[in-house]
């Protein structure tokens, strides 16, 4: 732990981090930041193989937190992106999630940039890590054909991304929750939302419903969190274990039910 002015700070590192990779990370909590919806760990400096972040003191969440958070969530993605797939404004490097990079875009189809820069680029690597077998990854690939041609396009303009918004990225303090760890970009809202439901968030019914009176959510959304599911299974599927492979086809399943 250090002191930077009034503010204490952590330090991390990664040795031999890939070009960009903490950078990147900077650029989407400041853009996360901008938007004057979640707050966001403040960045106090940031090398190419670490970075200086606001240390969060964290307390238990409670029921009126989550409210704040659904609320503040939906004005964070209400701030919009300039494509699906954008990179934070600002910043023209790589974009990661976790330790792996992911393809930057600028779609004007959810769809097309979804199955083909959230959900393929995994798919081999969780093949060749043992934790998705073939048959499993055909079943990936017919839901990414339905959902490349624009099944489940809707109006929504891209929305303003955490990207990796599991319960470990949700930090809760005295003042409502802090995000850490983004892998921001522009994406569909249901996306964050599906991610906190499938690693699970304290009082995750009182954000949603919060969230959902600040930005009524589309008919049908509790149905398609498996379609918003495919990316992070798929990420996890790369490298967490044979569990996740099972889910991913699941999931896939499920949303080739949907498309029928």
Same mark, same amino acid.
């Given at each position: ?8 700070? !952590?330090?991390k590192r990664r040795d031999g981090a890939p070009d960009g ?17 979640? &707050? ?14 606001? +240390? ?18 939906? +004005? ?19 974009l990661f999630i976790g330790r792996r990079e992911m393809p ?20 081999? !690597? ?43 990225? /949700? ?8 995000? !850490? ?16 439901? =499938? ?11 919060a969230y959902d009176r600040a930005a009524p959510l589309r008919?049908?959304? &509790?149905? +398609?969190?498996?379609?918003?599911? =495919?990316?992070?299974?798929? /990420? ?19 949303? =080739?039910?949907?498309?029928?």
């Amino acid at each position: 732990m250090r002191q930077t002015g009034a503010m204490r700070t !952590i330090v991390k590192r990664r040795d031999g981090a890939p070009d960009g990779f903490f950078p990147a990370e900077a650029a989407g909590l400041a853009w996360l930041a901008a938007a004057g919806g979640v &707050r966001t760990a403040a960045v106090a400096g940031v090398g190419e193989d670490w970075i200086e972040l606001e +240390r969060v003191d964290e307390v238990r969440a409670s029921r009126a937190a989550a409210s704040g958070f659904g609320a503040a969530l939906a +004005r964070t993605h209400a701030a919009g992106a300039a494509a699906f797939g954008a990179r934070p404004d600002g910043w023209h490097g790589p974009l990661f999630i976790g330790r792996r990079e992911m393809p930057a875009a600028d779609d004007r189809s959810w769809g097309a940039f979804y199955a083909r820069d959230r959900v393929r680029p995994f798919l081999p !690597i969780a093949v060749e890590a043992g934790f998705l077998t073939a048959g499993e990854a055909s079943v990936v690939e017919r839901a990414c054909e339905v959902v490349e041609v624009g099944a489940f396009d809707d109006d929504e303009p891209p929305a303003r991304l955490h990207g990796d918004l599991w319960t470990g990225n /949700v930090l809760w303090s005295d003042g409502g929750a802090v995000l !850490i760890d983004p892998a921001a970009h522009g994406g569909h809202r249901e996306t964050d939302l599906a991610m906190l439901a =499938l690693f699970g968030c304290p009082f995750l019914d009182d954000v949603l419903a919060a969230y959902d009176r600040a930005a009524p959510l589309r008919e049908g959304w &509790r149905d +398609r969190v498996p379609l918003h599911q =495919l990316h992070p299974l798929a /990420v996890h599927a790369a490298g967490h274990g044979r569990g996740y492979g099972v889910a991913l086809a699941e999931a896939a399943e499920s949303v =080739l039910g949907l498309a029928s």
